[in-house]
Each structure stands twice: as structure tokens, then as C-alpha cells.
């Protein structure tokens, strides 16, 4: 399940808190998945989101040798879980599910930070 291959690929992970379920989607297909994963846990308001760099406590303690040396676009988070089809059908298309209700990929452009630098990339076509 290579994800490191040159390609830009669709990523998507659900998961819902009342069974813990979980399931990651490369390319609109299903790959791996899980249950009883933090079951009843409720994300607070006010966390932290940090991607591309692994952490060793909550919001800090990073290394760069764990950073991602890749490029993200269109992160979205939304406060429901979609179904296989839907994330399926955003794999596909551009539309890509739009702007995420819990956090949208204009707020993740807003809020860089420690010399990530914003690029343009190729429009989806």
C-alpha cells in the first residue's frame, strides 16, 4: 500500500466514536480497518491538528528527521463519517466531498507555520 510512489493519491480515514471503528481508503478503496479504537472518545474544540510531522507529546517535541517530506493538498475534516461510496465517488472527482465542517483546507493554509511553504499545484482536471 505504497503511498511514497510520485503519484498524488486520494487518502481518507473515517471513524466513528460509539464502536471505534475505523477504516483508511487509498484511491476510494478500502485497505485497511479496524474497531474499538478510542471508543467514546469525543475530540475537543480546541485541539491541535498537525500533519506531516510525528510528535512526541501532544502538540510538540517534534524531530525533523520524522517529518513528511511530501506535499498535502485539499485536507479536510468533517464531523460525520461518509459512506464507501461517497468517499469512492470523491476519489474521482474534484469536488472531493468540498470544505470540511470540523476543519476545511483553507483554514490548514491560514494557519502554516515552521517553514512549510505553500505551493501551486496543477488544478484537478
Not at 475505523?22 to 474497531?35: A, E, M, N, T
Not at 491538528?49 to 510528535?55: N, T
Not at 501532544?58 to 485539499?74: D, R, W
Request: proline share 3%; hydrophobic share 40%.
Amino acid at each position: 500500500m505504497a503511498i511514497n510512489d510520485g503519484l498524488w493519491h486520494h487518502l481518507c480515514l473515517t471513524w466513528e466514536n460509539l464502536n471505534g471503528d475505523w477504516v483508511f481508503y487509498k484511491d476510494g478503496k478500502p485497505v485497511k480497518f479496524g474497531s474499538k479504537l478510542k471508543r467514546g472518545h469525543v475530540i475537543p474544540k480546541d485541539g491541535i491538528v498537525v500533519l506531516g510531522q510525528e510528535q512526541d507529546a501532544p502538540g510538540g517535541k517534534f524531530n525533523k528527521k520524522e517529518a513528511f517530506p511530501g506535499s498535502l493538498a485539499q485536507v479536510n475534516m468533517w464531523d460525520r463519517v461518509f459512506s464507501a461510496k461517497e468517499i469512492s465517488q470523491f476519489a474521482s472527482s474534484c469536488n472531493m466531498g468540498g470544505e470540511g465542517n470540523a476543519l476545511s483546507w483553507q483554514d490548514v493554509l491560514k494557519s502554516l507555520r515552521n517553514g512549510i511553504v505553500k505551493e501551486n499545484v496543477a488544478s484537478c482536471s
